[in-house]
């Protein structure tokens, strides 16, 4: 059973030209069209990264040529495959994959045999309000037991991470069964492993309980990115009993840009002006700061 964990950071990632323009030949004009849509250049690059990473996992571990991947997404939006059709045989058994981007990195998930959703969050504070604000906002969000485990920690910034590790970990189960916002995540509650969460390690003794019952069939694998982003990657039944058993846990491999475009090979001409529009957006918050301080 193959799986396949990547991760990009593209919060660092300041693309040259040359590397901008050859991205946006290498994904579907659409998405090339969708990207350029972004108001913020951080959202841009989040979202070129992600369609980068999708296409190199479907040509260089699903075996199908970059020129003839046809991707699309669900109507809650999440990426599969159209063509061309992905063949399964019993030594070649169907993957799962899903993709996240928050914060300063895009990851990737695939697994073969199941099921798989994965989510992205950076610890960050609330902008517009104070923790207990916020927590009182997204009261409906958690159990009282996840409130409870939460609201234990010692500081608000340990806090926060705790939220935000529940919220991976619900948002990986919603991704993986393609389910969106009409869940009610109150279905839905996480037991966390009694391990500490630390870097270059993964945990999977987090347990989900659905509907007030626990729920042994799925698996939840937990990691940090850096000190500040936490990864939840759900791992789940598929409509086939699974035959092989589960790999060891991997942790994310993290890809420079060379790494993230080997495979990748151009779909459309050049666009300059696509650099152009981009710039701008770079720019941007520079020319906003230059504009405070003059002021």
């Known amino acids: 059973m193959g799986s396949v964990r990547w991760a990009f950071r593209c919060g660092s990632w300041t693309p040259s030209r040359s590397e901008w323009l050859f991205a946006a030949r290498c994904v579907q004009r659409e998405e090339k069209d969708r990207i350029g849509q972004f108001v913020f250049a951080k959202d841009a690059k989040s979202a070129m990264a992600g369609r980068l990473l999708l296409r190199k996992f479907v040509c260089e571990r699903m075996g199908i040529p970059w020129s003839q991947i046809r991707l699309e997404r669900s109507p809650r939006g999440k990426p599969y495959l159209v063509a ?46 104070s923790v207990p604000e916020f927590f009182r906002i997204m009261t409906r969000q958690f159990t009282a037991h996840e409130w409870s485990t939460i609201q234990s920690a010692d500081s608000e ?29 109150q279905r839905v509650e996480f037991h966390l492993s009694p391990e500490p969460l630390t ?40 409509d086939k009993a699974v035959s092989a058993p589960l790999p060891p846990p991997a942790t994310f491999t993290l890809l420079s840009f060379g790494e993230l475009i080997a495979s990748a090979s151009p779909l459309t001409e050049e666009d300059p002006a696509y650099w152009e529009g981009f710039r701008m957006k770079a720019e941007a918050p520079q020319r906003q700061r230059d504009t405070q301080i003059s002021g």
């Open 157 to 185: 910034h340990q806090q926060l991470a705790a939220f935000y590790r529940h919220w991976t970990l619900k948002e990986s189960f919603i991704k993986a069964i393609g389910t969106g916002l009409g869940f009610n995540l």
């Open 199 to 238: 870097q270059g390690s993964v945990l999977r003794q987090t347990k989900m309980h659905l509907d007030e019952e626990p729920e042994e069939e799925w698996i939840f694998e937990e990691s940090l990115l850096g000190a500040d982003h936490h990864v939840a990657v759900a791992l789940g039944p598929a």
């Open 84 to 129: 061309p059709l992905q063949v399964t045989t019993s030594s070649d058994p169907s993957w799962s994959f899903n993709l996240s981007h928050q914060g300063d990195y895009a990851v990737l998930a695939a697994q073969q045999e199941l099921q798989v959703g994965v989510d992205v969050m950076k610890t960050t504070m609330p902008g517009s309000s």
